[in-house]
Protein backbone atom coordinates (compact mmCIF):
# COMPACT_ATOMS: atom_id res chain seq x y z
CA UNK A 1 0.00 0.00 0.00
CA UNK A 2 1.75 3.37 -1.07
CA UNK A 3 2.36 5.16 2.29
CA UNK A 4 0.94 8.79 0.81
CA UNK A 5 -2.28 7.11 0.17
CA UNK A 6 -2.28 5.71 4.19
CA UNK A 7 -1.33 9.14 5.41
CA UNK A 8 -4.22 11.13 3.05
CA UNK A 9 -7.10 9.49 4.76
CA UNK A 10 -8.81 10.60 1.39
CA UNK A 11 -11.12 7.83 -0.69
CA UNK A 12 -9.17 5.95 -3.63
CA UNK A 13 -8.68 2.99 -5.29
CA UNK A 14 -5.66 0.72 -5.95
CA UNK A 15 -5.73 -1.48 -8.52
CA UNK A 16 -2.32 -4.08 -9.68
CA UNK A 17 -1.68 -5.18 -13.03
CA UNK A 18 0.36 -8.36 -14.17
CA UNK A 19 2.76 -8.21 -17.37
CA UNK A 20 -0.37 -8.70 -19.61
CA UNK A 21 -2.14 -5.45 -18.24
CA UNK A 22 -4.94 -7.84 -16.20
CA UNK A 23 -6.47 -6.72 -13.28
CA UNK A 24 -4.84 -8.85 -10.38
CA UNK A 25 -5.35 -7.21 -7.45
CA UNK A 26 -7.54 -4.12 -6.63
CA UNK A 27 -9.06 -2.37 -3.18
CA UNK A 28 -9.93 0.70 -1.61
CA UNK A 29 -9.28 -0.20 1.61
CA UNK A 30 -5.99 1.26 3.21
CA UNK A 31 -5.93 -1.99 5.49
CA UNK A 32 -5.99 -4.29 2.43
CA UNK A 33 -2.99 -4.15 0.96
CA UNK A 34 -1.29 -6.36 -1.69
CA UNK A 35 0.57 -8.82 -0.36
CA UNK A 36 1.79 -10.67 -3.79
CA UNK A 37 -1.06 -13.23 -3.60
CA UNK A 38 -3.61 -13.83 -5.79
CA UNK A 39 -7.12 -12.29 -4.04
CA UNK A 40 -9.46 -14.93 -5.56
CA UNK A 41 -7.60 -18.38 -4.97
CA UNK A 42 -4.64 -16.85 -2.37
CA UNK A 43 -1.49 -18.48 -4.88
CA UNK A 44 1.26 -16.28 -4.89
CA UNK A 45 1.75 -14.30 -8.09
CA UNK A 46 5.43 -14.94 -9.75
CA UNK A 47 8.29 -13.47 -9.05
CA UNK A 48 7.89 -10.51 -11.61
CA UNK A 49 7.05 -7.50 -12.63
CA UNK A 50 3.77 -5.46 -11.61
CA UNK A 51 2.27 -2.12 -12.46
CA UNK A 52 0.42 -0.67 -9.62
CA UNK A 53 -2.43 2.36 -10.16
CA UNK A 54 -4.07 4.39 -7.74
CA UNK A 55 -6.62 7.12 -8.11
CA UNK A 56 -7.68 9.63 -6.41
CA UNK A 57 -9.44 12.85 -5.66
CA UNK A 58 -7.62 15.25 -3.23
CA UNK A 59 -8.71 17.65 -0.47
CA UNK A 60 -9.04 20.64 -3.58
CA UNK A 61 -11.45 18.43 -5.47
CA UNK A 62 -8.27 17.53 -7.73
CA UNK A 63 -8.75 14.42 -9.54
CA UNK A 64 -5.05 12.46 -9.56
CA UNK A 65 -3.35 9.36 -10.73
CA UNK A 66 0.06 7.38 -10.08
CA UNK A 67 1.09 4.83 -10.97
CA UNK A 68 4.41 3.05 -11.05
CA UNK A 69 5.85 -1.05 -11.40
CA UNK A 70 7.08 -2.62 -8.83
CA UNK A 71 9.14 -5.99 -8.31
CA UNK A 72 7.68 -9.05 -6.64
CA UNK A 73 9.96 -11.87 -5.16
CA UNK A 74 9.51 -14.79 -3.65
Known sequence: MPEGVILSGLPFEMVIFNKYGKTIFSTQNTNNGWSGFDQNIWVKWQTG??????????????????????????
Open 49 to 74: NYFWLVRLVNENGTYNQYNRSIMLVN
